[in-house]
C-alpha cells in the first residue's frame, strides 16, 4: 500500500507542479511582451524557488525527527490556501504593471514572487521529502527510494504534454487556476495520507542484510541523525539484491551496487556540476534553434519533454537498471551524437535541412543530458544524504538557469549553448587513465617502461583503467593538452585548405568533419576530448568571426539584434536589422553627394521597404492619406504648407473659405505604429503629421534615434559596442537607421512610447509638446494603426486578442482602418483576426456607444513588382467598421470597402492569387486575453 499512495502522491505533485510553469508564463507573457526570453525569466525563477524548497526539505530531514517534520510540514502545505481564492481569484495578476521602457526581470520576479511563490515553493517540497518518508515506511524498495524520482518526473512530463494538447484548446485562463487549485487539494489529501501512513513505526520492518537486528528502533521515535533510513546499507562493497520497483511480483530479483556513503565537497560539486550543464543546455538549445536555425513555434516543448525524460529513465530499476548497461551505452554513444550536431550547425543544415539540423541538434542534446544524469544517478548517495542530493541537484539547475536567462543575455553573442556542450564533454566519466598512446609515448622516453608493461602482462595480467609503466599523470596531462590543439590546428588548416566561396559546405564537411571524428576516439579522457571540441567550436567560431561583416551585434532581454550594411547593384549601400532570424527592415543610405539629397531618382533614404512598401498592402492604406499620388513616399509630396496655416493666411486674402474648419484640420491624418524595427513607416510621415510607435525593446530605439559609432573604430578595437565616451565624438556618425531622424527634420511629430503596446496605450495620452516620450495612445484620434510586433516569429498572441482590437478601435477615428501584419512561416494568423473582427459585431460598443461591427479584408502582394527595390511579400489584414456616421447622423458604408483597391504596379505572380479577399470565418479561432491556442492554428 506504501508504494502506491507514495507514487501517486509524488506524481500528482509533479504534474501540478509543472502545470503550472507554462500557465504562469501564459499570465505574464502580455505583461513583458511576449517573447522567448519571458519563458527564460520564469524557468529562472521556477528553479531559484525549487531551490528554496529543497532546502526547506534538507533543513526539516536532517534537523528534526520524524514526527516533528510531519508536523511542520503539515502546517506548511496549508498555508497556500490563504493565496488560492480565500480572498481572491487565484495567481490573479490583473493589478500588476512593469515598468515601461526598461529591463522587466525584476519587475517580472518580483510579481511571480508574490503571485506563485509560496503555492509553488510548497509543492516543490513534496517530492523529495515524500522519498525520505519512504525509506521510513519498511517496504522491501525502501532501502533505494531515488526511483521514486522517476514516477515524480513522469508526471511532470505528463502535464508539460497535456497542457499545450488538452488543457490549453479547452480551457481559459481562470478555469486552467480553478483546475490547478483542485488538484492542489487533491495533494494536500494524499499528502496527509502518506503522514499518517508512516506516523506510526511500520509493523515489519525492513531488512537487508543476513545478521542485521530483526527489530530496529521504531523509525518514528528515531533522533535526527541516526540512520534508520539506511536499512540495508552497509559499508560492504558488495552489491545486494532487491525487488524492482514497479515490477511484477514474478520479476526476478536483480543486483543493485550500494550507494556510496562518503559525502565530500568535490562530490557535491560534481553533483551541481552534472545538474547545471543539461539545465544550461536544455535552454540555450531552445534559444539556438529559434534564432540560429528557425523560430519554430513551442520548440521548447521538446527540449523540457527530453530532459524530463532523462530523469525517468536514469533512475528507472525496472524493466531495466539503467546506470548499468544502458548508461555504458549511452557514455560511447554521446561523442558521435556531438560530432554530427556540430557538424551540422557547421554546414548550415538549417538552411536547406531544417528538420535534419533539428533533429541532429535535439539528439545531441539527449545523449548528453542522458550522460549527464546517468552520472547523477550513478553516484546518488544513501538515503541519509537523500535531501542533500537533490539539494546540490537543484543549486546545479537553478545556476544553469540563472546563466542562460539573466548573465548571457548580457554578452552579444549566443554563446551559452556551446559553453554548455564543452561543459558537458569535460564532464564526461573517465574510462581509461592513460591508454595505449601514453604507454607507447612513456616506451619512448624510458625503454624500461616498455618493458615492465610487457612483464606486468605475462603476470597476472593488468587492469585496464591503470596507470601502467613510467606512465605519470604529468605525462597523461601534457598528452591531454597537446592532442587537443593538434585537433584545433588541423580543424583551421583543412578549413583553408577545402575552403571554396561556391561551396562553402565542403569546406565545413572536411576541415571539421574529419577533426569530430578524430576526437570521438579520445573519448576515453574526458579532458582531452572536452580540450578537442572546445578548439573545434572556437576555430569555427573564429572563421564566422572573420567573415562577419555587421557593422553592430547586441543583445537584450527582447533577444539577439545584428545590423549590418549590404549593397544593392542598382541603387547603392542600405543597413538591414535582423532580429533573430527576420529581417526586421531595412534603409538605404543617402548619397555621398549632398547635392543629390532630396532627389526621389537620386535618394532612396526615404524609401518605404521590406513590408512597409508601396504596392504592399500597409502601402495601400497609406495612400489613401497622400495628397500626391503619383510620387508617393518620395520628397516633393512634402512641398507643400499646413493646412491649419492656409485657415489663417486665406482671411486675409478676403477669400471665402470655411476658416474655422480648415484650421482645425490636421495637415495628415495621425496613424500609429505598434513595432518600431527600423522606422520605415516613418518614411510616410509628412511635416505637422503626428506618427507614433509603441516600442518595448530600448536597443531598438537606440538604433534609430542615437548616434551610432565609427565601424573601423569598432573593428580596430575588436569590441561589439562602445560608449561614446571610448569612441570620441569624432568617430560618431548618424543613426543606424535614419527614418525617425529624417521624419523629424521634416517637422513630423514622431513620437516612440516605449513599453508594451498595450499596457502604455491605456495611458492617458500626452501630446509632442509636453512630452514626446511619455503619456498614452489618445482616444479616437489615429486614422491608421499597423500592428507588427511580432519579432523572430514569436506571437505575442495579447496583441491580437478580443481585448486588444477593441482597443485599438477605441483609438482608431471611426473611419479609421487597422492593419495587422500576418505574415508567418508557421502560423495562420488570418484565422484569428478574421474570427475577432468576426466576433465584434454590432452588439459590442466602443467608448462612445457606437456599434463595433468590423470588416476583416486580407491583403497578399506577390513580388516581383515595378521597380522592386527592397520590396518583401507580405500578408496583412485590414479591419475597419462596416459603417460610419454620414454628414446627417445617420449609418453609411465605409468607404474603406471601395478604396482598398490593387496598386497599379502589383502584377500576379505566374497568375496566382488575388490581392484582396476576404478571409473565411470560423468561429472557433477567436482569441481572449484568457484563451488561446497556438498549436490550433499552425500551418
Not at 248 to 259: E, I, N, R, T
Not at 372 to 389: I, N, Q, V
Request: aromatic share 12%; with cysteine; net charge neutral.
Amino acid at each position: 500500500m506504501a508504494l502506491p499512495l507514495y507514487a501517486a502522491t509524488l506524481f500528482v505533485s509533479a504534474f501540478i507542479l509543472f502545470l503550472v510553469q507554462p500557465m504562469i508564463g501564459k499570465m505574464i507573457l502580455p505583461k513583458l511582451g511576449g517573447t522567448p526570453q519571458v519563458w527564460n525569466t520564469c524557468m529562472v525563477f521556477f528553479q531559484t524557488i525549487l531551490l528554496a524548497g529543497y532546502a526547506y526539505t534538507h533543513f526539516v530531514s536532517t534537523r528534526l525527527k520524524l514526527r516533528q517534520q510531519l508536523l511542520v510540514h503539515g502546517i506548511l502545505i496549508l498555508l497556500p490556501f490563504l493565496v488560492l481564492g480565500v480572498l481572491r481569484e487565484p495567481f490573479d495578476l490583473q493589478g500588476w504593471t512593469p515598468d515601461l521602457g526598461v529591463n522587466p526581470i525584476p519587475s517580472a520576479l518580483y510579481i511571480l514572487l508574490v503571485i506563485v511563490g509560496l503555492p509553488f515553493f510548497v509543492v516543490s517540497t513534496t517530492a523529495p521529502l515524500l522519498q525520505r518518508w519512504f525509506s521510513y515506511s519498511g517496504h522491501p524498495a525502501a532501502r533505494d527510494p531515488y526511483f521514486l524520482y522517476g514516477a515524480s518526473n513522469l508526471g511532470s512530463m505528463l502535464a508539460l504534454l497535456c497542457y499545450p494538447a488538452l488543457i490549453e484548446p479547452i480551457f481559459r485562463l481562470h478555469e486552467q487556476t480553478m483546475i490547478w487549485t483542485g488538484g492542489f487539494v487533491l495533494l494536500v489529501v494524499t499528502v496527509f495520507a502518506c503522514i499518517a501512513f508512516v506516523w506510526k513505526p511500520a509493523t515489519t520492518p525492513h531488512v537487508d542484510e543476513p545478521g542485521a537486528a530483526a527489530n530496529p528502533p521504531p523509525p518514528a521515535d528515531a533522533p535526527a541523525g541516526d540512520k534508520p533510513v539506511e536499512t540495508g546499507i552497509t559499508a560492504k562493497p558488495a552489491p545486494v539484491t532487491a525487488v524492482k520497483a514497479g515490477a511484477p511480483k514474478h520479476a526476478p530479483v536483480v543486483s543493485l551496487a550500494p550507494p556510496a556513503e562518503e559525502v565530500n565537497m568535490l562530490r557535491r560539486l560534481k553533483w551541481v556540476a552534472l545538474a547545471a550543464v543539461p539545465s544550461s543546455m536544455m535552454l540555450g538549445i531552445t534559444t539556438h534553434i529559434t534564432t540560429d536555425l528557425s523560430p519554430v513555434p513551442l520548440i521548447w516543448l521538446i527540449p523540457l519533454t527530453l530532459y524530463l525524460l532523462s530523469f525517468i529513465l536514469v533512475f528507472a530499476r525496472w524493466p531495466v537498471v539503467w546506470v548499468d548497461e544502458p548508461h555504458k551505452i549511452m557514455v560511447y554513444l554521446q561523442p558521435l551524437a556531438i560530432a554530427v550536431m556540430l557538424l551540422s550547425d557547421f554546414m548550415h543544415w538549417g538552411h536547406s535541412y531544417l528538420r535534419i539540423a533539428i533533429a541532429c541538434n535535439v539528439a545531441g542534446f539527449f545523449f548528453t543530458t542522458m550522460v549527464c544524469h546517468g552520472e547523477l544517478a550513478k553516484d546518488r548517495p544513501s538515503t541519509r544524504h537523500l535531501t542533500e542530493f537533490y539539494l546540490m541537484m537543484s543549486i546545479g539547475g537553478m545556476l544553469g538557469g540563472m546563466f542562460n536567462g539573466l548573465f548571457a543575455p548580457n554578452i552579444p553573442y549566443l554563446f551559452e549553448y556551446p559553453a554548455a556542450i564543452i561543459a558537458a564533454c569535460l564532464l564526461r566519466p573517465t574510462l581509461t587513465e592513460g591508454g595505449w598512446l601514453a604507454n607507447f609515448v612513456a616506451g619512448l622516453i624510458d625503454p624500461s617502461a616498455g618493458e615492465a608493461a610487457a612483464a606486468g602482462k605475462k603476470g597476472k595480467g593488468h587492469k585496464p583503467h591503470a596507470v601502467r609503466g613510467h606512465v605519470t599523470p604529468n605525462l597523461v596531462l601534457t598528452l591531454d593538452i597537446v592532442l587537443a590543439v593538434a585537433v584545433g590546428v588541423l580543424a583551421f588548416v583543412l578549413y583553408q585548405i577545402f575552403y571554396d566561396p561556391r561551396n562553402p559546405e565542403a569546406a565545413a564537411a572536411f576541415g571539421f568533419g574529419v577533426p569530430l571524428m578524430i576526437s570521438c576516439a579520445m573519448l576515453f579522457r574526458p579532458l582531452r576530448y572536452g580540450l578537442a571540441i572546445a578548439l573545434i567550436i572556437f576555430v569555427n567560431a573564429y572563421i564566422n568571426a572573420r567573415a562577419d561583416t555587421s557593422d553592430l551585434r547586441t543583445r537584450g532581454y527582447f533577444g539577439l539584434i545584428k545590423v549590418s550594411t549590404r549593397m544593392d547593384e542598382r541603387i547603392g549601400p542600405f543597413k538591414q536589422m535582423i532580429h533573430g532570424h527576420i529581417n526586421h527592415g531595412m534603409n538605404f543610405l543617402k548619397p555621398k553627394n549632398q547635392e543629390e539629397w532630396g532627389d526621389p531618382k537620386k535618394d532612396y533614404s526615404r524609401h518605404a521597404t521590406t513590408y512597409y512598401h508601396r504596392y504592399g498592402p500597409a502601402g495601400v492604406v497609406m495612400e489613401r492619406f497622400c495628397w500626391f499620388k503619383e510620387e508617393q513616399n518620395y520628397f516633393n509630396s512634402d512641398s507643400r504648407i499646413a493646412a491649419s496655416l492656409v485657415g489663417q493666411i486665406m482671411p486675409l486674402s478676403g477669400a471665402t473659405l470655411p476658416a474655422d474648419a480648415i484650421a482645425a484640420m490636421w495637415s495628415e491624418p495621425p496613424f500609429a505604429t505598434i513595432g518600431l524595427g527600423t522606422g520605415t513607416m516613418a518614411s510616410y510621415a509628412r511635416p505637422y503629421q503626428h506618427c507614433h510607435y509603441y516600442e518595448i525593446d530600448n536597443l531598438v530605439k537606440r538604433l534609430s534615434l542615437e548616434k551610432s559609432w565609427d565601424v573601423s573604430e569598432r573593428l580596430r578595437r575588436n569590441l561589439p559596442q562602445l560608449t561614446y565616451e571610448e569612441v570620441g565624438e569624432k568617430n560618431l556618425r548618424a543613426p543606424h537607421f535614419t527614418y525617425l531622424r529624417d521624419a523629424l527634420s521634416r517637422g513630423a511629430h514622431v513620437q516612440v512610447l516605449m513599453g508594451d503596446a498595450r499596457l502604455r496605450m491605456a495611458l492617458p495620452y500626452k501630446s509632442h509638446y509636453e512630452d514626446p516620450e511619455m503619456g498614452g495612445g489618445p482616444m479616437d484620434f489615429y486614422h491608421m494603426m499597423v500592428v507588427d510586433a511580432f519579432s523572430s516569429d514569436a506571437i505575442p498572441a495579447h496583441l491580437i486578442t478580443k481585448q486588444a482590437i477593441a482597443m485599438y478601435m477605441d483609438r482608431l477615428t471611426e473611419d479609421g482602418c487597422l492593419c495587422v501584419h500576418t505574415s508567418n512561416r508557421f502560423v495562420d494568423l488570418v484565422k484569428v483576426v478574421a474570427d475577432v473582427a468576426s466576433s465584434l459585431d454590432e452588439t459590442v460598443l466602443d467608448y462612445q456607444g457606437r456599434p463595433l461591427q468590423l470588416v476583416a479584408r486580407r491583403g497578399h502582394d506577390n513580388a516581383p513588382f515595378k521597380g522592386n527595390v527592397g520590396h518583401f511579400t507580405s500578408e496583412w489584414v485590414m479591419v475597419y467598421r462596416k459603417t460610419v456616421t454620414g454628414p446627417d447622423g445617420k449609418r453609411i458604408p465605409n468607404p474603406w470597402g471601395t478604396n482598398l483597391r490593387e496598386p497599379a504596379g502589383w502584377r500576379r505572380a505566374g497568375g496566382q492569387g488575388q490581392y484582396w479577399e476576404t478571409p473565411p470565418v470560423y468561429g472557433r479561432y477567436v482569441w481572449t486575453d484568457d484563451f488561446y491556442n497556438i498549436l490550433g492554428v499552425l500551418r
